[in-house]
Every structure is written in structure tokens, then in C-alpha cells.
């Protein structure tokens, strides 16, 4: 899976990966948090006194820069016209914060059928939910939301073993990646004060969840002032660009066309852009185990409030973007929580079959030509912008063997090839060691 996700890496001149990267080259060449050198190359920036800084959580920035600057400390990675702020520094951060935690939310799922009695293919659907996603096309780019959506799936994976602490610390890694995951950390936090059992336990478990996040919260206090000077403004209240923000961070009500462009609009739908999931909608409504009490459940009431939140954001389509690209964690949750029921059912199998096809090949060639640079003014994306890229033969130079010589094209031909040949080899070794019934 690391193989597959992380032959693309993401080295666009992107807003937001480049807001991240600015902050990492800061940290790396002037051990200061100070964007200024490298502010003119994103629009994703915070003003504060003067000076420029990244407007975006910290944690995938803190993760990358000591990484980065081992290598540039072993001379691996040379400044160029914009010092350290380099293409090399966004492919590093494309393979952190997006091959690597897409490849262990594959594996995750995988580990997790494998373990069950299933009337599919463990390997089949672990992948194609995910591989045939708007999810693998931000997987090689230096974005939040892989990250966020994995730290929320660990949160989750403790939240199910009754580990609250250690999925407080799951859940407050993912806010310092995406601050709207916050509705996720409060719903997991008050969830067991109406569960069963006695009062004293119920608000114990409660109690170590949020000591859990106490390490995140301290941090991220500790950021703000360093970057506003009070602990309780974030960056995002600094605007350089886009102002709207000042006010409530952009949020208001939400509108029922924002729930519908999120959700099953050709648009920005997550239905639409991850299709596997109306497999695993349509197991959740027939499963008789569907709400014990929604109001206890881990997921569906957390990944509501999610969406509301994004629908409640005044930019909820995510600007340039492919798919509802906010709703990262929620499309990981809902996978995790439906596909053991999609699994159960062998007269899902065609379904799940042309769902996961049709969402590969969009993926697919998307990664190949367009990433995920589909303008917020194109309605129809998939029509308008995806389809002329992939019959004009609009293949992307993005593709790490193109650096050893291959062309965009060929590069592009061998990916599928690669991509058809590991799922074959992993179905095949799944059936003979007589994991498939």
C-alpha cells in the first residue's frame, strides 16, 4: 500500500501544502516560526504584527521539520532560490502526511476483516474503499487531512477497547491537525456520561479521555502564544487573505445546499467521491445491529456533528479540491464502521465491485493528471475538468519514477500495471492460504 500511495508526490505550488512547508523551512533555516521569507508563495497565512506566519494546525509541520532537517543537515537536500522552501521538502511532506498514514489506514482496515468471519475479500475491500477515493488523491500531498483522519481512527480503535486515555491522546494529535476534529474529541469525551454502569465510572472514564488530551491542549496553547501572544487565538483569527475568518473562523449555519454538496452531489459529495461508502450505507440501514443507542454510538453521531460543522464553514467546498476534502476523518470513520457489515454480505459482492471500480478509476486518473486541482467554479468536476485532462493526455510529472527517466505517460501506463498487478498478487496469496471462504 505504501508502494501504491506513495508513487505520486505532491511537489505543486498548492496554497495549502506550501503554507505547511513554508513553516517547516522557517524552522529548519531560521529556528523561527516567521513565514516571511517564503509568505508570498501561499495565500494560507496568518498577519500578526507585521509578520507572516502559517495559518494551519501544527502538528504535521512539527512532525516533518526534524526530519527534514536531518537531511538537510546530511546534505541530502540543498537550498535552492527560495532557500530551504523546496520541492523536496513537499514530497517529504506528501510521504508523511499523506502516503504513509493512507497506507496505514488501508492496513488497519484490513487487519481488522481478516480477523472476521467475511463473505469478501479482505484485501479487496480494505483497498478499494480507500484506493477508489478522493482520499488517494491527497494521499503524496503535504495535507492535514490523512494525518488528522488516521489519529482519529487510532482515537477511535481505543475508543472501542475502552482505552480513554490513550484515545485522548489519538484524538488531541488529530485537533493539531485539523482544529474542526474537536467534535470528535467532545463527543468521545461525553459519550460514557450517558452509557451503563455507575455514575463514578462512567464520569471516570470520562475524566481520563480528557487527561488524555491534556499533552495536545498544553501544546497548542503553547503555540498560540507564540504565534498570536494569547494562548486562546488561533491563527486562523489572523487572516492574511481570507478575512471572512475574522469573524467566528468563517462559521455560521449551515445550509441544506452545503449538507447536499457534501454529501451526494456530483460536486463535493461524499457518496459521489468515495463510493464504496453507499455499499456500506446500505448494509448499515439493513443490519439489525444498526442502533443499539445512537446517542452511545462512537461514530454515526460524531461524524454528523462533523458535517454539520463543515457545512456551518462559509468555504465548506474546500476552494480548489476533489471531493468534500474537510470530511477526511468522517469518510475513515464510516469506512471503518460499515465495511465489517458490507463484508457479511456476499450479494454485496457486484455491488462493491462497480462502486470500487468507478471510484478507482476516478482516483486514478485524477493522481495521474489533475490531482486534486479542480477549480471551485467547476460544477460538473468529473465532466468538465477531469475527463478533458485524462483525453488530452494531461499526464502529471509528479510521479517519482519520472525522476529516473520515465515519462509522464509511461510513468502513468507502468502505475497501473503496478496498481492491477499488487491487488492481483494479494487476492491470490489471501486465497491460498485459505483466507476466502
Not at 532557500?83 to 502516503?99: A, E, F
Request: hydrophobic share 50%.
Amino acid at each position: 500500500m505504501l508502494l501504491l500511495c506513495g508513487w505520486h508526490l505532491d511537489r505543486g505550488p498548492n496554497d495549502n501544502t506550501m503554507s505547511r512547508a513554508a513553516m517547516v523551512a522557517a524552522l529548519v533555516e531560521h529556528g523561527s516560526l516567521c513565514i516571511d521569507p517564503y509568505h508570498m508563495h501561499t495565500q494560507d497565512k496568518s498577519l500578526i504584527d507585521g509578520h507572516h506566519y502559517s495559518d494551519k494546525a501544527p502538528l504535521p509541520a512539527l512532525l516533518v521539520a526534524p526530519v527534514y532537517a536531518a537531511l538537510v543537515a546530511a546534505g541530502a537536500v540543498a537550498p535552492g532560490p527560495d532557500g530551504l522552501l523546496t520541492p523536496q521538502l513537499l514530497m517529504l511532506g506528501g510521504l508523511l502526511c499523506g502516503s504513509v498514514p493512507l497506507a496505514l489506514i488501508i492496513t488497519l482496515c484490513w487487519m481488522r476483516l481478516r480477523r472476521q468471519a467475511t463473505a469478501l475479500s479482505p484485501v479487496l475491500l480494505a483497498a478499494l474503499p480507500f484506493l477508489g477515493s478522493f482520499l488517494f488523491v491527497y494521499s503524496g500531498s503535504f495535507n492535514a487531512h490523512l494525518l488528522g483522519a488516521l489519529f482519529a481512527l487510532l482515537a477511535l480503535i481505543a475508543v472501542e477497547d475502552d482505552r480513554p486515555f490513550v484515545a485522548g491522546l489519538w484524538c488531541g494529535c488529530a485537533v493539531l491537525c485539523e482544529y474542526p476534529l474537536a467534535v470528535l474529541a467532545g463527543w468521545w469525551a461525553l459519550r460514557p456520561l450517558w452509557g451503563e454502569g455507575a455514575w463514578h465510572h462512567r464520569m471516570r472514564s470520562s475524566l481520563r479521555f480528557i487527561a488524555g488530551g491534556l499533552p495536545a491542549a498544553v501544546l497548542l496553547l503553547v503555540y498560540n502564544t507564540l504565534l498570536t501572544g494569547s494562548p486562546f487565538s488561533i491563527g486562523y483569527e489572523h487572516e492574511a487573505h481570507y478575512t471572512f475568518m475574522h469573524d467566528s473562523y468563517g462559521l455560521a449555519l449551515p445550509s441544506l445546499s452545503a449538507l447536499w454538496g457534501l454529501t451526494f452531489s456530483g460536486y463535493r459529495g461524499l457518496f459521489v467521491h468515495m463510493p464504496v461508502l453507499l455499499a456500506g450505507l446500505l448494509a448499515w440501514g439493513l443490519s439489525t445491529r444498526r442502533t443499539a443507542s445512537f446517542r452511545y454510538d462512537p461514530v454515526l453521531p460524531a461524524t454528523l456533528l462533523l458535517l454539520l460543522v463543515i457545512a456551518s464553514y462559509r468555504m465548506w467546498w474546500g476552494g480548489w479540491a476533489l471531493g468534500p476534502r474537510h470530511l477526511s476523518a468522517a469518510a475513515v470513520l464510516l469506512a471503518w464502521r460499515w465495511l465489517p457489515l458490507v463484508s457479511e454480505h456476499r450479494w454485496l459482492r457486484p455491488p462493491v465491485g462497480v462502486l470500487g471500480a468507478f471510484g478507482l478509476f476516478v482516483a486514478v486518473a485524477a493522481k495521474c493528471t489533475v490531482w486534486y486541482s479542480f477549480p471551485t467554479e467547476v460544477r460538473h468536476p468529473l465532466r468538465d475538468r477531469l475527463w478533458p485532462a485524462l483525453r488530452d493526455g494531461g499526464w502529471t510529472d509528479m510521479q517519482v519514477p519520472v525522476a529516473f527517466g520515465l515519462s509522464p505517460a509511461a510513468s502513468s501506463a507502468a502505475f497501473v500495471v503496478l496498481l492491477i498487478t499488487v491487488m492481483a498478487v494479494l487476492w491470490w496469496h489471501e486465497r491460498t492460504r485459505g483466507s476466502l471462504p
